[in-house]
Antibody, heavy 119, light 106 residues
Framework: QLQLQESGPGLVKPSETLSLTCSVS??????????WGWIRQPPGKGLEWIGS???????YYKPSLKSRVTISVDTSKNQFSLKLSSVTATDTAVYYC???????????WGQGTLVTVSS | DIQMTQSPSTLSASVGDRVTITCRAS??????LAWYQQKPGKAPKLLIY???SLESGVPSRFSGSGSGTEFTLTISSLQPDDFATYYC????????FGQGTKVEIK
């Protein structure tokens, strides 16, 4: 059974870079035809797709976040990562990682990790 | 960007009620729509994919319909475990979520 687990600092200072890792177990991150994505949810608000990386390494980012987002994959560790630069308080959210495909929605999801941007 | 609009934002209902949530896309997404259920402090759970396909293990009281730009999620007989927030999500062009519908106890 595929499982995903987010990890990273829970507190980031304004203007710094948020860095999170999603560890995948029960399957290979190199499996063909799958995307690996990041979604966030500010406290009390809805879900926002941030970006995804295809198994081939192609990346797709939400246009409004594109200038600040980098998603990469480490196949040797079966992990993928999110970097969000120049963060502000509005980037405070629970960050989720999830697998998806061209014809399939996000499933499964990680449990989520809260990242607070504050000095 | 494709925008997804859900209605209502909040729905008050009683156990046993039939509940319908609507999701509208700003342009045609064919049938590339999913529905999720989210409870406080938990990750979203996939209920429906491809507009009307029930995810394995999801009770049959949940059903989805629609195509193009208008979609619905129906719960045929609301159960205590169903009080939660529901999100639609399109995956026709990139990926976008609706703003959510909270189903609360009447």
């Amino acid at each position: 059974q595929l499982q995903l687990q987010e990890s990273g600092p829970g507190l980031v200072k304004p203007s710094e870079t948020l860095s999170l890792t999603c560890s995948v177990s029960g399957g290979s991150i190199s499996s063909s035809s799958y995307y690996w994505g990041w979604i966030r949810q500010p406290p009390g608000k809805g879900l926002e797709w941030i970006g995804s990386i295809y198994y081939s390494g192609s990346t797709y980012y939400k246009p409004s976040l594109k200038s600040r987002v980098t998603i990469s994959v480490d196949t040797s560790k079966n992990q993928f990562s999110l970097k969000l630069s120049s963060v502000t308080a509005t980037d405070t959210a629970v960050y989720y990682c999830a697998r998806h495909a061209a014809a399939l929605p996000f499933d499964p999801w990680g449990q989520g990790t809260l990242v607070t941007v504050s000095s | 960007d494709i925008q997804m609009t859900q209605s209502p934002s909040t729905l008050s209902a009683s156990v046993g009620d039939r509940v319908t949530i609507t999701c509208r896309a700003s342009q045609s997404i064919n049938y590339w729509l999913a529905w999720y259920q989210q409870k406080p402090g938990k990750a979203p759970k996939l209920l429906i994919y491809k507009a009307s396909s029930l995810e394995s293990g999801v009770p049959s009281r949940f059903s989805g319909s629609g195509s193009g730009t208008e979609f619905t999620l129906t719960i045929s007989s609301l159960q205590p475990d169903d009080f939660a927030t529901y999100y639609c999500q399109q995956y026709n062009s990139y990926w976008t979520f609706g703003q959510g519908t909270k189903v609360e106890i009447k």
